[in-house]
């Protein structure tokens, strides 16, 4: 991942780029209504501290195999 000034001169922006970004835009636009997908070294990181559930299959764009996702699960009561 690149984080930084990025562009020309006449023509900088701050931005984020590679592959970790797209898997991030990818997993959010496939996450269930008011969810959170994360990948699986995501939930490695966190998972003493949230409660996951592995989802099965999980297509990207760009990426030809499924991919280990996992959504976070919310307990009832617990905003989100």
């Known amino acids: 991942?690149?984080?930084g000034?990025?562009?020309s001169k006449s023509r900088?922006?701050?931005?984020v780029l590679g592959a970790n970004v797209n898997l991030a835009q990818r997993l959010e636009a496939n996450a269930p209504v008011e969810g959170i997908l994360i990948s699986d070294s995501?939930?490695?990181k966190i998972k003493d501290?949230?409660?996951?559930k592995?989802?099965?299959g999980v297509h990207v764009k760009g990426i030809q195999k499924s991919i280990n996702a996992f959504?976070?699960?919310f307990d009832e009561g617990v905003p989100r």
């Open 1 to 3: 991942m690149i984080v």
């Open 5 to 7: 000034n990025m562009g």
């Open 12 to 15: 900088m922006d701050y931005t």
């Open 42 to 44: 995501v939930n490695r």
């Open 49 to 52: 501290n949230f409660k996951t």
């Open 54 to 56: 592995a989802v099965d």
């Open 71 to 73: 959504e976070v699960v």
